[in-house]
């Protein structure tokens, strides 16, 4: 069982950064892949990013390329999402997730989510 809890969201203007965490509790967190979603109101839930196992190998949906960076630190349970340039359309609640396969823009299923954390991008 995993369990993760996001923080770091809040309210930012336009140009601004966030840096979200993801503290995963349970001994087997270097076993899961990584990654983080998003869902804007009215909107489905989107992939963002995600990080595999290593932390070698990284993938970010083209909207947040070059603005957003995804990493992961095994020895403390956490995985971030540091947030750069934000935009009034990167508004959204933000999901951690944990897989035990890779996760891709085409996953729809993971092994867990965490509640979101809110992210909102005033113009």
């Known amino acids: 069982q995993v369990q993760l809890v996001e923080s770091g969201g809040g309210l930012v203007q336009a140009g601004g950064s966030l840096r979200l965490s993801c503290a995963a509790s349970g001994r087997t967190f270097r076993n899961y892949a990584m990654g983080w979603f998003r869902q804007a109101p009215g909107k489905e839930r989107e992939f963002v990013a995600t990080?595999?196992?290593?932390?070698?190998?990284?993938d970010y949906d083209d909207s947040v390329k070059g603005r957003f960076t995804i990493s992961r630190d095994n020895a403390k349970n956490t995985v971030y999402l540091q947030m750069n340039s934000l935009q009034p359309e990167d508004t959204a609640i933000y999901y951690c997730a944990a897989n035990r396969v890779s996760i891709t823009a085409a996953t729809k299923f993971v092994d867990y989510w965490g509640q979101g954390t809110q992210v909102t991008v005033s113009s």
């Open positions: 990080i595999d196992w290593t932390g070698d190998y990284t």
